[in-house]
């Protein structure tokens, strides 16, 4: 409702064109601004005349994330939101996948602490969290803390975008950086 409220504020001050960076407006609503001015989208492909795609390999940053985490030796990964390249970074290291250990988040840092508490509540064991952005994690690293688990000895995240706020985080997020602003 926000994104459309904003979609909504900059057609009625007339502007050329409008760049969106993976919101999450419905295809159909962007295809029927693309009917009034050009678009540029991020995160997804869209195919309309007015329209430019600009699309990040989140798939291949998930598999990366999730096999940084392999690395550092941990089995049992959770990832809120999401699932591709979580789930083939597993089957390379010939990991099992477990559904439990992938929680929904809707891109806030409260789901990502909804995500901690329901894992705790259901007693998951896990060692480390990949999350589908940056927000999540934070909210994922303040459930994890108000539970007295500290990151990165207890549990390890990895966040999504690395988003300029990351590194101030204690301890600073380690991320997958989407470089947006150069694109």
């Not at 993976?22 to 609503?29: H, S």
């Not at 989140?58 to 390249?85: D, K, M």
């Not at 994690?137 to 108000?146: E, I, K, P």
Request: glycine share 8%; with cysteine.
């Amino acid at each position: 409702a926000d994104e459309q409220k904003c979609i909504d504020v900059l057609l009625s001050r007339r502007v050329d064109g409008v760049i969106m960076f993976t919101g999450r407006l419905a295809d159909k609503a962007l295809l029927a601004v693309a009917n009034t001015v050009p678009m540029v989208v991020t995160g997804r492909q869209l195919k309309a005349p007015r329209i430019v795609n600009l699309n990040f390999d989140n798939v291949e940053g998930a598999r990366l994330a999730t096999n940084h985490l392999i690395e550092q030796g941990h089995r049992r990964i959770v990832h809120i939101s999401g699932q591709q390249g979580y789930k083939l970074a597993l089957k390379q290291a010939k990991l099992p996948f477990d559904p439990a250990l992938v929680v929904p988040g809707d891109f806030h840092e409260s789901s990502g602490l909804r995500a901690v508490d329901h894992l705790i509540a259901t007693r998951q064991d896990f060692s480390a969290i990949f999350t589908a952005n940056d927000q999540m994690a934070y909210g994922a690293a303040l459930g994890l803390y108000r539970r007295h688990l500290r990151v990165p000895d207890d549990v390890s995240i990895v966040g999504f975008d690395d988003l300029h706020g990351s590194q101030f985080s204690i301890p600073p997020l380690t991320t997958v950086r989407q470089p947006v602003y150069e694109l």
